[in-house]
T-cell receptor
Framework: EAGVTQFPSHSVIEKGQTVTLRCDPI?????LYWYRRVMGKEIKFLLH????????ESGMPNNRFLAERTGGTYSTLKVQPAELEDSGVYFC?????????????FGPGTRLTVL | GIQVEQSPPDLILQEGANSTLRCNFS?????LQWFHQNPWGQLINLFY???GTKQNGRLSATTVATERYSLLYISSSQTTDSGVYFC????????????FGAGTRLAVHP
């Protein structure tokens, strides 16, 4: 069974540009999460989808970040316009629902560098 | 919100030594996971352990939910165990968003 995949693995952009990150969860996982780790800080929650609906977006830093999960399969996270402080590693995770199915499985991350 | 503290922040071992990593959390949880971040930055699942004890090879973990802590034991450490170990929890009232500790950085020398 394939794990969580993310694309691209690395992205280098200039301040003010737009970047779109993609996450493909494990097949059959209704829950999809985005997290990020910016330089020197802890891994922080961004938002949580259940199927195509946003369940919790309390961690989204500002309106320059837009996440979508059309059709309840893969998800995209767009940063527009990117700022220097957005540099870091963006992780995606997925899980099933309920009980032991709460375990989250993480993708390899996308390393974003904003110059 | 729930607070997660990991100790020690850094740990240096000789190959073959045993170690214990600790995770304290400030409220009741319905999810607790241990991860190993390898040198390539990937988060590898070690244990899903909101309560009880589990073992997987040289690694084992115990969570005492009533006392709000979890321990990760590494026995007979190997150089490949090096990296950062994260504890992450989700509180009982939320939607399972994980709150991460700052991690324990482990270096195992031959």
């Amino acid at each position: 069974e394939a794990g969580v995949t993310q694309f691209p693995s690395h992205s280098v952009i200039e301040k003010g540009q737009t970047v779109t990150l993609r996450c493909d969860p494990i097949s059959g996982h209704d829950n999809l999460y985005w997290y990020r780790r910016v330089m020197g800080k802890e891994i922080k929650f961004l938002l949580h989808f259940v199927k195509e609906s946003k369940q919790d977006e309390s961690g989204m830093p500002n309106n320059r970040f837009l996440a979508e999960r059309t059709g309840g399969t893969y998800s995209t996270l767009k940063v527009q316009p990117a700022e220097l402080e957005d540099s870091g590693v963006y992780f995606c995770a997925s899980s099933q629902t309920g009980g032991a199915h709460n375990e989250q499985f993480f993708g390899p991350g996308t390393r974003l560098t904003v110059l | 919100g729930i607070q997660v503290e990991q100790s020690p922040p850094d740990l240096i071992l000789q190959e073959g030594a045993n170690s214990t990593l600790r995770c304290n959390f400030s409220d009741s949880v319905n999810n607790l996971q241990w991860f190993h971040q390898n040198p390539w930055g990937q988060l590898i699942n070690l244990f899903y352990i909101p309560s009880g004890t589990k073992q997987n090879g040289r690694l084992s973990a115990t969570t005492v939910a009533t006392e709000r802590y979890s321990l990760l034991y590494i026995s007979s450490s190997q150089t490949t165990d090096s990296g950062v170990y994260f504890c992450a929890v989700a509180d009982s009232g939320g939607y399972n968003k994980l709150i991460f500790g700052a991690g324990t950085r482990l270096a195992v020398h031959p």
